[in-house]
């Protein structure tokens, strides 16, 4: 069973809209941070954006202003709603969610599968 799963994604056209998902298994208890990273082939993974259960957020320099993310804690879920897309933003989106484990001193992130986002004409 995946412990992060994703929704949403597609195709749009450039300075069209999307929204993606994200919902975080019960199975992982209280989640930390949730938001997206973003990856293109022969590219390194990026930030998209990031949001704290108290609902502090960072975004990555590229998609700030035009991307608003936001979440249900109670639901561990998170969505990002992507604005003015352009052709750039094609990529996979990758969702993680950050859980707290016993003997670990730093959160451990799980991932969604990714979802595919095309921007194009």
């Known amino acids: 069973q995946e412990r992060v799963m994703e929704y949403g994604g597609g195709l749009a056209r450039p300075g069209g809209s999307l929204t993606l998902s994200c919902v975080a298994s019960e199975t992982l208890g209280s989640v930390l941070g949730m938001g997206w990273y973003r990856q293109v082939p022969g590219k390194e993974r990026e930030l998209v954006a990031g949001?704290?259960?108290?609902?502090?957020?960072r975004y990555g320099a590229s998609v700030g202003g035009r991307f608003i993310i936001s979440r249900d804690n109670t639901k561990n879920t998170a969505f990002l709603q992507m604005n003015n897309l352009e052709p750039e933003d094609t990529a996979i989106y990758y969702c993680?969610?950050?859980?707290?484990?016993?003997?670990?001193?730093?959160?451990?992130?799980?991932w969604g599968q990714g979802q595919q986002v095309t921007v194009s004409a």
């Open positions: 993680y969610a950050g859980v707290n484990e016993p003997g670990s001193a730093s959160p451990r992130n799980y």
């Open positions: 949001m704290s259960p108290a609902g502090s957020t």
